[in-house]
């Protein structure tokens, strides 16, 4: 009983904290000569807007050789299994 | 007619002041040309920036098969674009070819107004002795196609001047009658040789005057050789 308890305690304190962090949003990169193009979806730390989130991705993609091009929305976790076919294989990857 | 009195130098300074200036011109233009068919024409990067556009532009163009799509249109575009490099070169060869004929073009017409002017110049020059035949068979003396009928003494002293002219000599008009009467030059005098040649002037100058200027047509009349458009009378 007192461990059903904890847990729910545990449970209960921690449920805001995942659900500030659980912010992603979804962008579109391209890489030139030749131009290729990926849309991708990618998890974002700090504040969940549109524009800190392409400050935060702009550097990651950066490093893996991409350039970013615009950020299409920010979501929460129910956004995601709708975009995990498009991103494919760029799906949570930076 | 603007500036009439113009020498031949004249002429051929101002030629090449105006083959170089149109030189100039030409290059210029086509210099211009050139660079504006480089200018406007698409660079490589024109069809990969389209491509790139759309794809930012339409939120829904997101799935991978749709993705991979506007990449493959990217590079067919720009294998389209080598193409046109391609005719770039082309294009820009013509425009070589076409400054050398314009070029060619300009100086043959600089020639042909310089041997204009030329030809305007012999003209107003009047008569230009090209050939001077001398034969003595039949008293006759030609300037170029026209033939004189001269006396013997007349054909005497022609000779003597052109075996004179023939040697870069000067007679005087002693030494002329010394030559013709076979006397010693100190017995012959100075106005009879001078006669000697007045009568030659006056005999040539008629029968010249008469075939260049004063026609002589025969039980009809005299006229005026020359073209109606020419004369002025002030």
Redo the contacts between chains.
């Keep these: 009983m007192k461990r059903v308890f904890y847990s729910l305690l545990f449970v209960l304190f921690s449920l805001p904290v995942t659900a500030q962090a659980a912010c992603y949003a979804d962008y579109k990169a391209k890489q030139d000569a030749p131009l290729r193009l990926h849309y991708g979806v990618a998890q974002i730390n700090g504040p969940c807007t549109a524009s800190n989130a392409a400050r935060e991705l702009q550097t990651r993609l950066q490093q893996a050789g991409w350039t970013l091009l615009n950020v299409v929305s920010v979501f929460d976790d129910s956004g995601l299994a709708e975009r995990k076919d498009s991103a494919g294989p760029h799906y949570l990857r930076y | 007619m603007p500036d009439l009195i113009t020498s031949a130098t004249d002429a051929r300074r101002s030629g090449t002041r105006i083959v170089a200036a149109g030189i100039a011109v030409i290059v210029g233009l086509l210099v211009i040309a050139g660079v504006g068919l480089f200018v406007t024409l698409p660079d490589a990067n024109a069809f ?1 920036a389209k ?2 556009q759309i ?2 532009e339409n ?1 829904d ?4 098969a749709e ?1 991979k799509l ?2 493959i249109l ?2 067919s575009g ?1 294998a389209f674009s080598d193409t046109l490099a391609g005719y770039r070169t082309t294009i820009f060869v013509l425009l070589v070819f076409a400054t050398a004929m314009l070029v060619a073009a300009l100086v043959f017409l600089v020639m042909l107004v310089g041997l204009n002017r030329r030809m305007a110049q012999i003209e107003r020059s009047g008569i230009q002795v090209n050939s001077l035949i001398v034969s003595r068979e039949e008293n006759t003396v030609y300037l170029n196609t026209m033939g004189f009928k001269l006396t013997d003494a007349m054909m005497e002293t022609v000779s003597i001047l052109a075996e004179a002219r023939l040697d870069d000599e000067l007679l005087s008009g002693a030494q002329i009658e010394a030559i013709i009467s076979g006397r010693l030059e100190s017995d012959c005098e100075e106005a009879a040789g001078a006669t000697r040649i007045k009568r030659l002037r006056d005999g040539l100058g008629n029968q010249l005057v008469s075939e260049l200027l004063i026609k002589n047509i025969a039980r009809r009349g005299y006229m005026l050789a020359i073209d109606k458009d020419v004369i002025e009378v002030l």
Excluded: G, R
Excluded at chain 2, 61 to 64: D, F, P
């Design positions: 990969n491509v790139e794809f930012v939120d163009l997101t799935s991978q993705v506007l990449e990217a590079q720009t």
